[in-house]
């Protein structure tokens, strides 16, 4: 599993601090979260090939999380992309998006689905085979979610060397794979635990950004491999963020220690701080493994 | 007159081409024209100052000339800003505007004034003291103004040498510099012509983007200082123009010869072109005096 940060900068955005933008490569997907204005040039930049992104993940429908999207979407269409594109995000931004498309008189060459939300408890938005997408309801100015995205168990792998002791057809493997035990022709029976070692331990992440301090939402992301949790704020404007639905870098912390996160990663620093380094220091107080979202940073996982 | 290129390529920006957005300063004016996704961004970088922006002018609703629209805007909300400021653009773009504050929950802290354009023939839209500002329909794939920007006849200049030799009194020589002659106390009755110098030449500029070839605009934008016409094709694509209502660098020297304008400017290159110099040699066939846009670059006039 791989995070590839994008943009991590409130608000505004510069030369140098780009909006809310992101890419997980979990299983065979890669999955795009929050889209900033200039996202697709962030995307060239960072050698994200478009038509590997088939689900978007929207957060809320202020700009510094979405403006690009529209222009994502229409640069598809100048691409000619075929591919199907999947659009998750708060209710209205279909009709944003259409609306655009219409008085532009474009029609995209692709197939392009919106699946808008609504509901103020978390719900599964997509799941295959791989993997898991759920919604966390956060707390804003404007109607929020953040995305717990989990890997769903994996096939157990082949133990090659003892499967090949046995005159086991290889046709079986993915049986043995499937936790299958495998009967023989002389009419033994292979335990599977013989033949495979169990799977990998499946991955999860949490995305939490724009949110209020919400210490119950780390139920919800219990044991996450890695959580990025928005910090607009330093402890000293920790006033700021009741008006404005904010985190401190301490909150966030608390969250992943509450959360018994694997590692935590800080974003959405307001533009007022022009060094980054108190935010790691701050959170540290409370969560040790602590690393700050730069624009371009990719952070692997296990 | 000045005029500073943020971006003039076509389609989908990159990191190396920005889309349309250009800033007029003409006389006490700067205006904004086209803002394609990221003209903020650019607009930092150009150290352009966005209070002194206070109209901006939309071509037509193609993403590549108002996707940054909505992200300017925002950012004057974030700034708090309070000078008005004024969209002129097709029917349909306050409602994506308005729309998109709406959803995000926000209120302009400014004034904020659409002047939405339907008409299929050449009107005034902006007129004070100083500057009139017109449409020049234009013929592409959706409704589509280019933007004539004319100054008017200023005031005479006091000849500050020969007033001084006459017992005129000062506060008489605003009446001078507006043409009337000056009565002495004695009787004599001074004219006019010997007090003072004629106006500068006024100036103008006609911006045309989007649109296909076009000749008869030339009336309407004959003997301008500057013009810029788009060029998204070389000859040896002129085929495409037909289906796509662009131009080539050709076709908009032929403009520029037929208006008898001062200089011409080339832009809204598509991206399959690497090198822009064919550009101008094909233009200059047909007309002298031809420059490149490029981003970041500032022509002066008079």
Do not use: W
């Not at 599964?124 to 989990?150: A, C, K, W």
């Amino acid at each position: 599993m791989q995070l590839h940060i994008l943009g991590c900068h409130s608000a505004s955005p510069s030369p140098t601090a780009h909006p809310t933008a992101q890419v997980l490569t979990i299983r065979n997907h890669q999955f795009l979260i929050d889209c900033g204005e200039g996202t697709q040039v962030r995307m060239r930049l960072n050698k994200i090939k478009f038509t590997r992104i088939k689900h978007i993940f929207i957060s809320h429908l202020h700009g510094d999380h979405f403006y690009g999207l529209i222009g994502f979407i229409s640069t598809q269409c100048l691409l000619q992309r075929e591919t199907e594109l999947h659009i998750y995000g708060p209710k209205g931004i279909k009709e944003i998006i259409l609306l655009q498309l219409k008085l532009a008189n474009t029609y995209t060459s692709y197939p392009l689905y919106f699946h808008e939300l609504s509901s103020d408890e978390p719900e599964v938005i997509f799941e295959d085979e791989q993997v898991i997408v759920s919604t966390i309801p956060l707390v804003h100015r404007v109607y929020t979610n953040g995305f717990l995205f989990q890997e769903k168990l994996g096939e157990r792998k082949l133990n090659i060397e003892v499967a090949q002791q046995y005159p086991i057809d290889p046709v079986y493997y993915n049986s043995a794979k499937q936790g299958k035990d495998i009967k023989l022709d002389d009419g033994r029976v292979i335990d599977n635990k013989k033949l495979t070692f169990p799977p990998d331990k499946p991955l999860a992440y949490a995305f939490c950004s724009d949110t209020a301090f919400q210490p119950e939402m780390a139920t919800q992301i219990a044991k996450v491999d890695l959580l990025y949790h928005e910090s607009t704020f330093l402890e000293e404007h920790e006033d700021l963020c009741e008006v404005t639905k904010h985190s401190t870098a301490k909150q966030a912390g608390i969250i992943a220690q509450k959360a018994n996160a694997g590692r935590l990663i800080l974003g959405h620093y307001s533009s007022r701080y022009k060094k980054l380094e108190r935010f790691q220091q701050e959170a540290r107080e409370v969560f040790e493994n602590v690393e700050l979202a730069i624009s371009g940073k990719v952070f692997e996982v296990g």
